[in-house]
């Protein structure tokens, strides 16, 4: 588990194995050690993957409206680490917009092929304006259908994640502007250099919420930018659901920071349960991403690497890799990577990466948004499954679609007063249905919140 930039680099020196080794969780920030589902009381039911499919997910990261952050963040990074050769490019020479003609072309393409994840808005990126109020450089009426183009072509299947304040400089909250010396401690990648409290976390993520909320945006998580927050990695997740619940009144805060590779799990990881079988159940769901940024990079000026997602016949890569291992397969980039420019190269590499996947994985995969990944872990690790003869006794601290179950010798199933209809095979598995395969029935519910019944017909 990693700083997103600190992997970055070592991707491209080619160290990317070393950088992702001995993840590191806090002792207070981990799924406790006994699952909800006791099999001494379950006799034989297990929860498996949604409709028995392995999620896929794409993490668009330093996304906002119309701002092409590889643009103007660079000399403000280039201000803060003078030294580094990564902030000496021509930054100049990158366009200065990322337009909305490329946000419907990629939203309308992902939307046809079924493709949902996590897309970043800045609320003040690279301090360039304010997007609840002005966006200097272009006019109201083009920020307001930039924002519009979000809510109605882009939440429907994206998750909507602030990336703290600015992606670039620390904001003095009760100033509302950038804090004044420019350094390591001033920028949001490596903030904070010193201990800070929940609440203090919680107030910094809060501000940035409430931005995107004025923006009639709807946001379950947030990410961080780069190392946000890798000194205080606890309270971190706990600020996450302070904040989050607080704004939006949410029951189940998220957020995407760390990126796992090599033989870690992809698994969402939930941490700092607390009230387990109470009615004030609480936790953060951390969810992974399983590679690294392999298209155009922040600045958008490398050149993708498709092949390391997947190759053109789907036969090797890492996210491949996941698929074969039955883990979520999350996939990382960068907008500017994707727009790369104004080539398009990197969105060209990506549908060619989706339609490879789909062509060899279509049946054994589905796309989720992140907070749909991260509810279904919640309700996987924390349900209470009993079982007493034919009836399975279901107790949910929160609903999920497509849960599914796995029992043996089934031969029909009732859910509630309904009876779940038969699939004709596996790849037809959907809520409200079940499926006989390998000698098990496989149950797929939309699960509601509470206690809900399941009574089954067995051989």
């Not at 917009?97 to 690279?126: L, N, Q, T």
């Amino acid at each position: 588990m990693t700083d997103r930039r600190a992997f970055l680099g070592a991707s491209a020196a080619g160290a990317v194995g070393a950088m992702m080794s001995n993840p590191v969780y806090s002792q207070d920030a981990t799924v406790p050690h006994k699952k909800r589902v006791d099999a001494d009381q379950a006799h034989g039911v297990d929860i498996v993957l949604p409709r028995n499919r392995v999620p896929l997910s794409f993490v668009i990261d330093d996304s906002t409206c119309l701002v092409n952050m590889g643009h103007f963040c660079n000399p403000q990074f280039a201000e803060a680490w003078p030294n580094r050769d990564e902030y000496k490019k021509p930054w100049r020479r990158w366009p200065r917009e990322i337009p909305d003609s490329f946000v419907r072309e990629f939203g309308e393409w992902c939307a046809d092929h079924g493709v949902k994840g996590k897309y970043s808005v800045v609320p003040y990126p690279a301090c360039v304006g304010w997007l609840d109020r002005e966006l200097p450089g272009w006019s109201r009426r083009e920020l307001q259908e930039s924002l519009k183009l979000v809510r109605e072509l882009m939440v429907p299947h994206w998750d909507i994640h602030p990336e703290m304040i600015t992606h670039t400089r620390v904001i003095d909250l009760k100033t509302g502007r950038p804090m004044e010396a420019i350094n390591a401690a001033t920028m949001e990648n490596s903030f904070p250099q010193q201990h800070k409290s929940v609440d203090e976390l919680a107030s910094y993520l809060a501000y940035a919420l409430r931005i995107l909320e004025r923006c009639d945006l709807p946001c379950e998580g947030i990410t961080t930018p780069g190392g946000f927050g890798n000194r205080v990695k606890s309270e971190l997740s706990l600020a996450v659901d302070e904040a989050v619940r607080d704004v939006y009144r949410v029951d189940l805060p998220h957020y995407f920071k760390y990126v796992h590779g090599g033989d870690q799990s992809t698994e969402p990881i939930l941490e700092h349960v607390r009230g387990v079988g109470t009615e004030d159940l609480r936790l953060t769901v951390n969810v992974p991403a399983g590679t690294g940024d392999w298209f155009g990079g922040w600045q958008g000026d490398q050149a993708s690497e498709p092949d390391r997602y997947a190759n053109a016949d789907a036969s090797a890569g890492r996210m491949v890799d996941l698929i074969r291992r039955r883990q979520p397969a999350v996939m990382l980039c960068h907008w500017p990577g994707i727009y790369s420019n104004g080539s398009k190269n990197g969105f060209h590499a990506f549908q060619r990466i989706v339609t490879s996947l789909a062509d060899r994985f279509g049946d054994e995969t589905q796309w989720m948004k992140l907070s749909d990944i991260g509810r279904y872990w919640a309700a996987k690790e924390l349900t209470s499954v009993r079982r007493s003869g034919n009836q399975i006794m279901l107790d949910a601290p929160f609903a999920t679609r497509r849960f599914t179950i796995k029992i043996p010798r089934v031969q029909g199933v009732v859910f509630q007063q309904d009876r779940l209809r038969e699939s004709n095979s596996m790849t037809e598995l959907d809520a409200g249905a079940w499926v006989r395969h390998d000698g098990h029935g496989y149950v797929c519910i939309d699960l509601p919140k509470g206690k809900s019944l399941l009574s089954v017909e067995t051989a």
